[in-house]
Structures are given as C-alpha cells and as structure tokens.
C-alpha cells in the first residue's frame, strides 16, 4: 500500500509539473500544437520504456475489449481541455477543478461499476469528500485574497 501512495503522490506532482510545462508551449503556439507535441513526445517516450522493459510484449494486446483501444483519443480531449482551462482560469483553480471532476466521476463509476471495474458500494462519507474538495475551491476561489498574485504581502 505505501508503494501505491508513492506512487500516486508521484503521479500528482508530475501531472502538476506537466501541466505548467504544457501551459508554457501553449503560449509560444496552438492548443493544437501542444496536444500534438505532448502526445507525440509521449508516445516516443512509451514506446520507448514499453520496449525496453517489456520487449515485444509491449504489442501482445489480446483479449481487450475495443472500446479501450480509444483512450487514446480520451487523452487528446484531456490535454486540449486542460490547456484552455488553465489558459481561461489560471493554472490552480483550473487543476482543481480538474482533480475534483475526476474524484466525482471515478466516485460515480466505481459505484456503478461501468467500464469493467469492480462495483465499489457507494457512500455518504465519499460524498462527503467530494464535496468537501468542491468547497475548498470555491473558497480558494471566492474568498478575500488580501495580495494579488506577484505582489508582497
């Protein structure tokens, strides 16, 4: 379990670090562009690693189902939305509302047990998390900053 909250911990700061890198191509050209130029960097980089770790089994897709072969095109909806957000909203309430969207949806299909994952029983106190997450953005949001952003307190 604490490898698993490594990782996890891992995979958020670097979602956050790419997120910033990706914001900053944005700005030197398109939304088009960047999702081209993230996409097509990452999928060099796993061939890549997939080769060297796994050799030609990287290719041994047998058995999947075939609306999984699609979360390709998942991810360039993901990348071109995340680049607008952050460009409409700025990075933090844009990430956080991000983050809070995927805690609700994965709240609701593990509840409901779609796409194939394991029915996970819903509760009151996960939506209570939830819910406590979407407030502490609309604070962060809302409330009374007393700085603006690059000024001294």
Known sequence: MIVGLILALVA???VGLQNIFNSKVNEHTGSWA???LVLGMGFLAS????LIVEGGNVFNLHNMQLWYWFS??????VVICILNGIKLLGPTYAISIVLT???SFALLWDSLGWFGLEQVPFTFRQLLGVLVIAGGIIVYKFGGR???VGEQL
Not at 47 to 50: A, N, Q, W
């Open 146 to 148: 007393t700085a603006e």
């Open 12 to 14: 958020g700061a670097l």
């Open 72 to 77: 390709g095109l998942i991810g360039v909806g």
């Open 47 to 50: 061939l890549t690693m997939g």
């Open 101 to 103: 969207s995927q805690l």
């Open 34 to 36: 960047s999702t081209t």
